[in-house]
């Protein structure tokens, strides 16, 4: 008999909102305004990824596309049902994702950054459980909190992502040096080329530049599709690298 494969992702095709916009925020925020009114996020690629300055919806969108995907909203997988305070994700109450019909990802998990320090508590004491399965080992065989904040991050990817999956990330080089950045950027790569399916939000060029990757922008029109060398990050970065003394000086000078 002939061994059945997991299909192979793309897994979530886009994502859209059902019904009009809710009063309130998050629909005050220009691209969930979009969506709501008609526009859809394309996602029918091994890695996504939304840019777009402080505020403009970013996190929002992703923490909602993971809830959406069943994902816990603090972070962690499917099984993941911790929560150190009440989670609002309005948007996801109103966020569909269009999925594959025939492919379902054998795997999840969200990290976000800002809360990664209470998934790591909670991978510690799920381990202590009496008789369950040990998590430690998916996770680089050491504890996160004895690790870096990077490290752990990178410890994430390396030994816990498989090529089955659909990952969301949310700012995931806040913890990331340079070459740590890059370190990821080879590892998505590797992955998304095996079949796993990434949706990104991040302000690093460096993984705006993961190979093959669509980039989504969102802005004070909405949210739109750009090539990598139109991102704000990128024509920003690149602007301060040219010229860091003259770009500082603009700066204090614009200063009111």
């Known amino acids: 008999m002939a061994r059945t494969r997991t299909p192979r992702g793309p897994y979530v095709r886009e994502a859209r909102l059902d019904g009009p916009a809710a009063e309130g925020w998050p629909f005050t925020i220009p691209a969930v305004r979009a969506l709501a009114d008609g526009a859809v996020l394309d996602l029918d690629h091994p890695v996504t990824v939304l840019c777009g300055d402080n505020g403009s919806g970013k996190s929002t969108v992703v923490e909602a596309l993971a809830a959406a995907a069943g994902l816990n909203v603090e972070g962690g997988s499917t099984n993941f049902r911790f929560s150190t305070r009440e989670a609002e994700t309005p948007l996801a109450d109103h966020l569909r994702l269009v999925r594959h019909p025939g492919r379902r990802p054998a795997d999840g998990f969200f990290l976000r950054a800002e809360s990664y ?140």
């Open 117 to 256: 320090f209470n998934v790591a508590s909670e991978i510690e004491r799920l381990d202590a459980v009496p008789n369950s399965p040990r998590l430690l080992p998916r996770y680089g065989g050491v504890s996160p909190h004895e690790r870096s904040h990077g490290e752990s991050f990178l410890d994430l990817v390396t030994h816990r992502f498989g090529t089955r999956g659909l990952y969301v990330l949310d700012e995931p080089e806040a913890a990331l040096s340079v070459t740590g950045c890059l370190a990821l950027l080879a590892r998505v790569t590797e992955l998304a080329e095996a079949g796993a399916q990434f949706v990104l939000a991040t302000h690093s060029p460096i993984l705006l530049a993961i190979p093959g990757a669509v980039i989504h922008q969102l802005d004070e029109h909405g949210l739109s599709r750009i090539a990598y060398d139109d991102a704000l990050p990128v024509v920003t970065m690149r602007a301060f690298l040219a010229a860091p003394g003259r770009f500082v000086e603009r700066l204090r000078s614009d200063a009111p």
